[in-house]
């Protein structure tokens, strides 16, 4: 993950109102003085991914966070995203809210050479 990184735990287990919820992964990254709430999905990215994520971020911001930590940041990781789409799902909350895509395969060399270029080319 990078730098600063500590594992909190998997399936973190937050409960609103006696109804008991799970954040797939949760991190505290010391530099940033940030935990960072991960939910994997399994599917293309949907509108509910985004105020599920929204709701665990406002329940760490209000329950979890130490006076001194500064608000948490959510990654969801999806098989499948499109920039529009996520722009306007993941657009206006006032939590840090990201999507990306995983694959469960790496590509080929060439097909992995090809993808880099492209990113750093943008």
Do not use: W
Not at 43 to 62: A, E, P, R
Request: one cysteine or more.
């Amino acid at each position: 993950m990078g730098k600063g990184f500590m594992f909190v735990g998997s399936q973190q287990r937050i409960t609103i109102n006696n109804t008991h919820y799970y954040v797939d992964m949760v991190f505290y990254n010391k530099i940033l003085r940030s935990y960072i709430l991960i939910e994997l999905k399994t599917t293309k990215l949907n509108i509910s991914d985004g105020g599920q994520l929204n709701t665990y971020l406002n329940y760490y911001k209000t329950e979890v966070n130490d006076i001194d930590d500064n608000p948490p940041i959510g990654i969801i990781l999806c098989t499948e995203k499109d920039e529009i789409t996520a722009e306007y799902i993941l657009g206006g909350f006032e939590n840090n809210v990201f999507a990306s895509k995983y694959v469960t395969i790496l590509p080929n060399k060439q097909t992995l050479i090809e993808e880099v270029e492209n990113a750093l080319s943008d």
